[in-house]
């Protein structure tokens, strides 16, 4: 391999996306990369859910509907997870 490149891993699997959810909703500051452990991950941004899914890239703070973007700075993987409330996806049809 060329000095300063990286090799590429294959991006994180549903089981693992799925652990890093588990864990950033359990303890935002305590999440483990699944491939390389704790200590590793780290959350880069919070983007705005809604704008996102229209395209835009837009920051946010983590309240609501959000995105949070995590990097792990070992494996040099990153993640995103759309933390949003489904009641916003799409709404209930009023009770009959």
């Not at 996306?17 to 452990?37: I, K, Q, T």
């Not at 809604?50 to 703070?61: C, K, T, Y």
């Amino acid at each position: 391999m060329e000095k300063g490149k990286r090799e590429k891993l294959p991006e994180y699997s549903t089981s693992e996306g799925m652990e890093l959810a588990l864990a950033y909703l359990s303890d935002p500051s305590d999440v483990a990369c699944p491939h390389c452990g704790p200590n590793t991950m780290e959350v880069v941004a919070y983007l705005d859910g809604e704008r996102l899914r229209s395209g835009g890239v837009v920051g946010s703070a983590p309240k609501s509907e959000y995105t949070v973007v995590l990097f792990c700075h070992a494996c040099h993987r990153g993640a995103a997870l759309e933390l949003s409330p489904a009641h916003q996806h799409s709404p209930s049809p009023p009770p009959a």
